[in-house]
C-alpha cells in the first residue's frame, strides 16, 4: 500500500506530505450567537458544539466591511475594499492584482473552491486559474445566466432548489439535492480523495443566506419559537414599523435556524470523513460567516450595518496540533486574517500587499501572545440613495474598535436619510456588549471620543479614503 502510494505520488516531496491541510468554512450571512455552543435557547447545533469544544472561539472577530461582496473581496486579498476596489455588491473591479488563494497554488497545495464565487464575471477566468477544483454554482456571477434574469431573480429562483447546477473544472453539471447537502458532502469527497497531497479547501455554501428555504427534512423545524430575547431587540421600531413585516421577519428567522441545522448536518458528515481518512487532526479548520446579520437589534434588519451583530461574525479555530480544545480569545481579529494564518502555517510565500490588513493568529492560537493588534477598523461604501442613481457612492460609515473596548462609528449621511440613528456612536463593548448607551455626547468621555475621532481619520487617510466628511 505505502510502496503503491509512494510510487504514484512520486513528485510529492516529504516536505509536501507533512503540510497540514486547509479547510476553510465560509457561511454566508451567519451572525453571532446562533450555535448551541454559544447559547442560543433552542437551536440545536450538535455537530458544531463539537467543533467549537475542540477548538479556539475568537470573540471578537470583524468583517473588513459587513456585506458579501466586499467581504468575501477583503479576506481573498487582505486589503479594504478602497485598495481591492470591490466596493459593494453592486460594482465589480475588473481585476485584483493580489488574489491569495494562487499563492497556494503555486506552492504545492491542491486548492479547491466549493461553493459560492462572487468577484464576478470579469475576473473568473483568473479566479480560475488558482483553483485546482473549481465547484462553483452556474449562477449570477459564475456563468452565463438565462437571458433577461436578473442576479436576484436567479437566487431566488435557482438557489436551494432540489438540484444544484455546479460548474465542474470544463462542464456543467446537474445534482440532485439540496445545495447545502451537496456543498458539504463535495468538500468532504474531495479531502477523502485528496489525502495524499495537502489540500486547502474554501468551502463556501450560501447557506444561511436568503431565499430562506432549508432542506425538506428541516424546513418549519424551528416554528412558532420566535426570535429570542436580547437587551437590544426593538421590533418595534424602524424598519419594523410597516405592516405585516414584524411577522415576515419572525417566520424568516425560524427558517434561517432550519438552515443552520442543514449546516450543522454538513459539519457533522464532513467530520466524519475526515476522521475516517485519518485527516482530522492534520486539519486547520476554520468555521466562520462573510458578515453578520440584525435580526431586530437596534430596530433593524439584515446587514451593512456596524452595530456588533452585524459587524461581528463567528470565527472559530480547530488544530489541535496548537491550539488547545476548548479555549476562547478576545483578540481583535478580521476575516482578512485567514489566509495570511494559513499561509504562516502551510509555509506558503505571500507578497508584499499595498495597505495588507491580514495578520497570521497563529501566536494567538498556541497561546504565545494575547493580541495582534491594538485596534483595528471596518467600513461600508453605498449609494446612500438606491432609487437615484445620480447619487454618488459614498463611505457610508466608518468604524473604529480597540482591544480596550471602545468603539466609535461614524456616519456619513444626512441626518433627514437617518433619523432613527445617531451620526456619532461611542460604546465601551467591554462593559457595554449590546451598544445600548452611545456615549458620544457625555462630556465626561470627551477625550476618548477625541483620540478615537484622531485614530478613525487616521486610518482613513492611511488606506487613501475620504475621511473630510468626519465631523
Ligand atoms: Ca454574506
Known sequence: MVAAWACACSFVSASEVERPNILVIMTDDLRIGMLGAEGHPYLKTPNLDRFVSEGVTFNNCYALSPVCGPSRASIFTGQYSTQHMRRDNFYYPDDFEYYLPQYFRDSGYVTALIGKYYEGDAFRKKARKAW?????????????????????????????QDQMYAVGKDRKVVIEGHQTDILFDEAARFAVDTKEQPFCIFLSPFSPHTPLIPTKRNAGKYKGMGIPERPDLELDLGYFRKEGRLEEVINMYEEYC?????IDEGMGRLFQSLEQSGQLDNTLIIFTSDNGLLYGEHGFAWKRHPWESSAKVPFFVRYPKLAKGGSESDALVNLADIFFTCAD?????????????????????????????????????????????????????????????????EYNIPPEQRPDVPLTQMYHLATDAYEMENLAGNPEYAPALKSLKTQLKQKLEAIEADSTWMR
Do not use: C
Not at 432550519?258 to 442543514?262: N, R, V, Y
Open 132 to 160: 485546482s477544483h473549481w465547484f462553483v454554482n452556474a449562477g449570477p456571477d459564475t456563468e452565463k445566466r438565462t437571458p433577461g434574469m436578473s442576479h436576484i431573480d436567479w437566487w431566488n429562483a435557482y438557489l436551494y
Open 345 to 409: 502555517l502551510g509555509r506558503v510565500k505571500l507578497p508584499e500587499i499595498p495597505g495588507q490588513q491580514g495578520e497570521s493568529i497563529l501566536p494567538l492560537l498556541s497561546g504565545e501572545v494575547d493580541q495582534v493588534r491594538d485596534e483595528m477598523m471596518f467600513i461600508q461604501y453605498e449609494k446612500p440613495d438606491r432609487e437615484n442613481p445620480g447619487v454618488p457612492e459614498v463611505m457610508l460609515w466608518a468604524s473604529v474598535v480597540r482591544a480596550n473596548g471602545w468603539k466609535l462609528t
Open 258 to 262: 432550519a438552515m443552520i441545522t442543514d
